[in-house]
Nanobody, 124 residues
Framework: QLQLVESGGGLVQPGGSLRLSCTASGFTLDFSAVGWFRQAPGKEREGVSGINRSNGTKYADSVKGRFTISRDNAKNTVYLQMNSLKPEDTGVYYC??????????????????WGQGTQVTVSS
């Protein structure tokens, strides 16, 4: 069964940190660009960060300097380290594999296989 499973979400106070994981089963992530996206209630899904198979990375302006994406091919996992979290970072976070070379644009339409998401809530 092919799956992407996100984990690591939760409730954190402003200024806190979380590390999200995106683990693939049934296939390898080694040759895929992978993106992280988030969706807040009533808003469209937006790109947060992406990483290609050569470890090239891309970040949305809103998270630059606070979030770090990385991958561990031995664990078939992509991570999103989130520091200095803000209430506006709240949402459901999804990972997805790219289906086009436009992964760096962080557009949901360029990603074809999605996980179920993990909730991140930043609140005091």
């Amino acid at each position: 069964q092919l799956q992407l499973v996100e984990s690591g979400g939760g409730l954190v106070q402003p200024g806190g940190s979380l590390r999200l994981s995106c683990t693939a089963s049934g296939f390898t992530l080694d040759f895929s660009a992978v993106g992280w996206f988030r969706q807040a209630p009533g808003k469209e899904r937006e790109g947060v960060s992406g990483i290609n198979r050569s470890n090239g990375t891309k970040y949305a302006d809103s998270v630059k300097g606070r979030f770090t994406i990385s991958r561990d091919n031995a664990k078939n996992t992509v991570y999103l380290q989130m520091n200095s979290l803000k209430p506006e970072d709240t949402g459901v976070y999804y990972c997805a594999t790219a289906r086009s070379s436009g992964w760096f644009l962080l557009r949901p339409a360029d990603f074809g296989f999605w996980g179920q998401g993990t909730q991140v809530t930043v609140s005091s």
